[in-house]
């Protein structure tokens, strides 16, 4: 919006030097103008996200979200199946809807979900009641009604609220609506609000920036007090002070030499950053929020405890921790709500693929691969759809070391030999036995002929 100098000569009067001002709404500049101040730091809603650990813990839950290929599989007497055939799979891997990929539905959802909820509305086809497209929806203008006095319907209904346009309200029955509740629900029914509760850690992350970024826009200059020898009225007082920070503040002063009257003396007056454990607090907080956001350190580009062989077990740890229970929560929302009666009865579920994140070097990868054909638990096949290469002739047989006998016939081989068998379970003939002396007797015959 432009804010015309008209309003200032309103408050002042004068119409000269008139200048125009570009300011948004939200910009509290327009406070100062008015004359009032706001000493707080507004961290709320999406103010949060200007403070960089938090930016930063947000897009790596969403990344690693969006990232994980989402399926359908089917799980019947004859073992679970990816149902590659059923309508939704295109549409929950590739597009959710006309205008976002599956990765930014995700990455869209997540971010919501990390700050307290996320919502997508399910558009369904009239004529055939299937699921259409998904929409996520902003949190902002989403509200959950509970009507637990049963006022307008049967008791604890539920429903949700939307504002689609200023003033104009949606009301959503609850199998319209994806809920994609936060880490913390207190009710059951709606998330609790993660930035909210860590308040006072994003106002200090918020104010240690806003120290670091005023110190280094003064140019490194401290505060202090001048002191002098005479006396000043008010005017000379304001005129000396803004003709001094005038000279010695700012990023062009820096490094330059100001000039003192004669009788004036500039005594620093400054608290430094080693003295105020600057950089320790700093890093108490940073911790602080990677922690409520369940992120680790060393995704954070923080080293300092971390080696060469324990980073893949973090990895494991942020997946386990921190990213299994929410996957777990969206598959059971759209399980339940995507699917038809008749189809979560024949076994149908969603489920993210999770080898994106837990996927090991390629040496460890074929080693278990190994193991497990050896085995005979894992097919030639499989392992090569793993790695997304095309199946081989022979390939879906289960195969199995040959030298391997079952448990009960565990020595049997050893005793055949002792009743006179060949070691593999059939019994010599008494004519193999005789060839066997007789060719043993003529040995030693030959022998003895010719000592």
Request: proline share 4%; glycine share 10%; hydrophobic share 35%.
């Amino acid at each position: 919006m432009k804010i015309m100098d008209s309003i200032r000569n309103f408050f002042i009067g004068g119409q000269e030097n008139r200048e125009v001002y570009e300011l948004n709404k939200d910009d509290q500049e327009i406070l100062k103008m008015l004359g009032i101040e706001v000493g707080e730091v507004n961290v709320r809603g999406l103010n949060a996200l200007k403070i960089d650990t938090v930016f930063a813990c947000i897009r790596i839950r969403s990344e690693a979200v969006s990232k994980l290929p989402l399926k359908v599989y089917q799980e019947d007497d004859h073992g679970i199946q990816i149902g590659a055939k059923h309508y939704l799979q295109p549409m929950l891997k590739i597009r959710p809807n006309p205008y976002m990929s599956a990765s930014d539905f995700w990455k869209s959802i997540e971010a919501h979900r990390s700050m307290g909820n996320a919502y997508a509305s399910i558009e369904f086809d009239k004529r055939t009641g299937k699921v259409k497209a998904l929409w996520p929806m902003d949190p902002a203008k989403v509200k959950v009604m509970v009507d637990d006095l049963g006022l307008v319907g049967p008791r604890s209904k539920l429903w949700y609220e939307v504002e689609v346009a200023p003033g104009e309200i949606r009301k959503l029955n609850p199998e319209e609506v994806l809920h994609f509740k936060g880490s913390i629900t207190l009710d059951g029914l709606v998330g609790i609000p993660t930035l909210d509760y860590l308040k006072m850690t994003l106002e200090n992350a918020a104010a240690a920036n806003k120290f670091t970024n005023n110190f280094f826009k003064q140019g490194l200059q401290v505060k202090g007090l001048i002191q002098y020898v005479g006396d000043l009225d008010e005017p000379a007082k304001k005129k000396f002070r803004e003709k001094f920070e005038e000279m010695s503040s700012g990023l062009k002063n820096s490094h330059r030499v100001a000039l003192m009257p004669v009788g004036f003396q500039f005594t620093p007056l400054s608290l430094k950053m080693a003295d105020a454990q600057f950089l320790e607090n700093t890093q108490l907080t940073i911790r602080q929020i990677a922690n409520g956001f369940g992120v680790k350190m060393h995704q954070l580009n923080d080293l300092s405890r971390a080696t060469h062989t324990n980073i893949e077990s973090q990895q494991r740890e942020f997946y386990v921790d921190s990213l299994q229970p929410v996957l777990t929560g969206y598959e059971q929302e759209m399980t339940w709500k995507l699917f038809l009666d008749s189809e979560l009865e024949r076994g149908y579920y969603c489920r993210f693929n999770v080898d994106a994140i837990l996927r090991a070097d390629i040496k460890t990868r074929y080693e278990a691969y190994r193991v497990g054909i050896q085995a005979g638990f894992l097919k030639p096949n499989e392992a090569r759809a793993k790695e997304e290469l095309p199946p081989e002739a022979g390939g879906d047989q289960l195969l199995v070391n040959g030298s391997m006998t079952p448990i009960a016939m565990a020595g049997a081989a050893y005793q055949n030999k002792l009743k006179g068998g060949d070691g593999n379970g059939q019994k010599k003939s008494d004519e193999d036995q005789g060839n066997e002396g007789s060719t043993g007797q003529t040995g030693d015959q030959g022998d003895n002929g010719g000592k």
